[in-house]
């Protein structure tokens, strides 16, 4: 059996399959799993892979929730003996002390394997995301801008940020010491490898520059050879993933890569809880192109989801039936957010709705693609919809519009094409250019 490559936890599904699909684009074969809880299949089909991950809510959870949560995984990453392990996070590194906290992620590490090394890579240059001197740089519409000046994530609903030197960020979450292996250390003649094994053997947490393609290959090959030396743990971005795969593939002879086109599809249904403004100003383009929008209530999804979802499906077969391409929101504009209620029980009681409301549709052959837009609430319609896995069908370089598959034998979700974008991701078109597909592009 060929040992793998690389086994990761996603913080949230949209982002697990990112990376994913970063993994994937190299030709590498890779699966995503929603839970952790079915050990022995998991392990059984690694056996066939180059890539396991598992698809996460952490980001959306307090500590207490995230112990539970992401404990299990790390026992599966340690089961599943990859090369390299990781903790996926946004490259927005969105995260606080009592959400989706970083910080307690790397101490649940230590605690599960005493001095692992905890190198820390968010930088994804491809995404506009580049790490200098520990500061973490954003790309927002034509400015590169600090985090906490880029207005999306400084004002986040959630998390918002407003430290962009990701040590000082960090020490707020954990009682782990900080260090850095920066650019100037990169010039040296051992390319900074001294600074990041001393960083390890003195058990600090360790940021990792890199603001171009180049940068990202050597801070990989710095991370991939500590973890050939010790337990590591890379807390990092999908710029690490690609990177990785175009490191390990250059020597491993002929890979079919992923297909970068994918056809339209007859009728597409958009989910999206996200609150961001990109993705408000991506269903304007959509209703502009004819799209049909309907609001979705977070406080009806509250009371009462399993009706709601009733309803929602006889609306969108409606809709579909006017050969409309349909797009449910719970958000258009500030003043439909909700206010005063817990952002983890509207994205669960939300995500329930998708769930639910995808099962109607799917038993009715009404659906073929679906778009989960905001990833909170995708990670929660992922993880009830009851499908055991998904795997990549297209890789979309030019918005991150992956097209992915389910994996569930014997349900109607079997083959169900999904699409799953996080809150900054995309084009104004992004959904039309899901519902179009990419060949016309």
């Given at each position: 059996m060929?040992?793998?490559?690389?086994?990761?936890?996603?913080?949230?599904?949209t982002?697990?399959t990112?990376?994913?699909?970063q993994?994937?684009r190299?030709?590498?074969?890779?699966?995503?799993?929603?839970t952790?809880?079915?050990?022995?299949?998991?392990?059984?089909?690694?056996s066939?892979l180059?890539?396991?991950?598992?698809?996460?809510t952490?980001?959306?959870?307090?500590?207490?929730?995230?112990?539970?949560?992401v404990?299990p995984?790390?026992?599966?990453?340690d089961a599943?003996?990859p090369?390299?392990?990781?903790f996926?996070?946004?490259?927005t590194?969105?995260?606080?002390?009592?959400?989706?906290?970083i910080?307690?992620?790397?101490?649940?590490?230590?605690?599960?394997?005493p001095?692992?090394?905890?190198p820390?890579?968010?930088?994804?240059?491809?995404?506009?995301r580049?790490?200098a001197?520990?500061?973490?740089f954003?790309r927002y519409g034509?400015?590169?801008c600090?985090?906490d000046?880029?207005?999306?994530?400084?004002?986040?609903?959630?998390?918002?940020?407003?430290?962009?030197?990701?040590?000082?960020?960090?020490?707020a979450?954990?009682?782990i010491?900080?260090?850095a292996v920066?650019l100037?250390?990169?010039?040296?003649?051992?390319?900074?490898?001294?600074?990041?094994?001393?960083?390890a053997?003195?058990?600090?947490?360790?940021?990792?520059?890199?603001?171009?393609?180049?940068?990202?290959?050597?801070?990989a090959?710095?991370?991939l050879?500590?973890?050939?030396?010790?337990?590591?743990?890379?807390v990092?971005?999908?710029?690490?993933?690609?990177?990785?795969?175009r490191l390990?593939?250059?020597?491993?002879?002929?890979?079919?890569p992923?297909p970068?086109?994918?056809?339209?599809?007859n009728?597409l249904?958009v989910?999206?809880?996200?609150?961001?403004?990109?993705?408000?100003?991506?269903l304007a383009?959509?209703?502009?192109?004819?799209?049909?929008?309907?609001?979705v209530?977070?406080?009806?999804?509250l009371?009462?989801?399993a009706?709601?979802?009733?309803?929602?499906?006889?609306?969108?077969?409606g809709?579909?039936?006017?050969?409309?391409?349909?797009?449910?929101?719970?958000?258009?504009?500030d003043?439909?957010?909700?206010v005063?209620?817990?952002a983890?029980?509207?994205?669960?009681?939300?995500g329930?709705v998708?769930?639910?409301?995808?099962?109607h549709?799917r038993?009715?052959?009404?659906?073929?693609?679906?778009?989960?837009?905001?990833?909170?609430?995708?990670?929660?319609?992922?993880?009830?919809?009851?499908?055991?896995?998904?795997?990549?069908?297209?890789?979309?370089?030019?918005?991150?519009?992956?097209?992915c598959?389910?994996?569930a034998?014997?349900?109607?979700l079997?083959?169900?094409?999904?699409?799953?974008?996080?809150?900054?991701?995309?084009g104004?078109d992004?959904?039309?250019r899901?519902?179009c597909?990419?060949?016309?592009?």
């Open positions: 060929q040992r793998l490559l690389a086994a990761f936890y996603g913080d949230d599904f982002g697990s990112e990376n994913l699909a993994f994937s190299h030709g590498l074969r890779g699966r995503l799993f929603f952790s809880n079915h050990r022995e299949t998991i392990l059984d089909m690694a066939q180059d890539v396991v991950g598992l698809a996460g952490a980001r959306g959870l307090a500590p207490p929730a995230m112990t539970q949560e404990s995984a790390l026992d599966l990453l599943l003996n090369r390299l392990k990781q996926k996070i946004c490259s590194f969105d995260s606080s002390p009592s959400l989706g906290s910080g307690h992620v790397m101490d649940l590490a230590r605690r599960h394997c001095g692992c090394a905890l820390v890579l968010p930088a994804t240059p491809a995404f506009g580049y790490t001197f520990s500061h973490l954003t034509d400015e590169i600090r985090l000046q880029n207005p999306a994530m400084a004002h986040h609903p959630s998390t918002p940020m407003t430290e962009s030197d990701l040590r000082c960020h960090l020490m979450q954990t009682a010491a900080p260090a920066t100037l250390d990169y010039r040296q003649p051992d390319g900074g490898w001294q600074r990041l094994a001393s960083a053997d003195a058990e600090r947490f360790v940021v990792l520059d890199a603001t171009h393609t180049d940068e990202m290959s050597h801070a090959e710095l991370i050879k500590l973890a050939e030396q010790r337990p590591t743990l890379a990092a971005a999908q710029g690490l993933a690609d990177a990785l795969g390990v593939t250059r020597n491993m002879g002929q890979r079919k992923l970068t086109t994918y056809p339209g599809a009728r249904l989910l999206s809880g996200s609150c961001s403004p990109q993705t408000r100003s991506q383009h959509f209703e502009a192109q004819g799209g049909h929008i309907l609001a209530s977070p406080e009806e999804a009371r009462a989801p009706a709601l979802a009733q309803r929602l499906a006889h609306e969108v077969t809709a579909f039936a006017s050969n409309q391409a349909v797009a449910l929101a719970t958000t258009r504009c003043a439909d957010l909700a005063g209620l817990s983890d029980r509207l994205a669960l009681a939300v329930e998708y769930a639910l409301l995808t099962h549709l038993r009715g052959d009404s659906i073929q693609r679906i778009v989960f837009a905001g990833g909170d609430t995708s990670s929660h319609a992922m993880r009830q919809l009851g499908a055991d896995a998904l795997e990549l069908v297209a890789f979309d370089e030019a918005q991150g519009g992956h097209l598959r389910l994996i034998p014997g349900s109607p079997e083959g169900l094409e999904i699409v799953l974008k996080g809150g900054q991701i995309g104004e992004f959904f039309t899901v519902k597909g990419t060949q016309v592009n």
